[in-house]
Nanobody, 124 residues
Framework: QIRLVESGGGLVQAGGSLRLSCTAS????????MGWFRQAPGKDRTLVAA????????MYADSVKGRFTISRDNSKNEVYLQMSSLKPEDTAIYYC?????????????????WGQGTQVTVSS
């Protein structure tokens, strides 16, 4: 079992930046793909970004390309989401996820492990 704990959410003005962090425990995630989903009020959870186990391959939702960057530190079992040029429509609960296979993300499947989420609110 893998436990994921997110941090770094909060309230920010439009145009601002936030950095989300996620720490995994229970086992090493160094060989797992990791990513971030988000869920806005009244909407489904959607993939924001994902990273292969090495960090060498990443993918992003079209809505965040050029503004968000996913990175990871396997020595710390951590993954990050640097969010810049934030918009009110980025307001959502952000969930850290991990799965043994990167194909889970590329094939739009549901990752195996989820964190509890952290709230990001962008004011206009």
């Amino acid at each position: 079992q893998i436990r994921l704990v997110e941090s770094g959410g909060g309230l920010v003005q439009a145009g601002g930046s936030l950095r989300l962090s996620c720490t995994a425990s229970g086992r090493s995630t160094g060989d797992y793909a990791m990513g971030w989903f988000r869920q806005a009020p009244g909407k489904d959870r959607t993939l924001v970004a994902a990273s292969s186990w090495s960090g060498g391959t990443t993918m992003y939702a079209d809505s965040v390309k050029g503004r968000f960057t996913i990175s990871r530190d396997n020595s710390k079992n951590e993954v990050y989401l640097q969010m810049s040029s934030l918009k009110p429509e980025d307001t959502a609960i952000y969930y850290c996820v991990t799965d043994p296979s990167y194909r889970t993300f590329t094939e739009a499947q549901i990752p195996e492990f989820w964190g509890q989420g952290t709230q990001v609110t962008v004011s206009s």
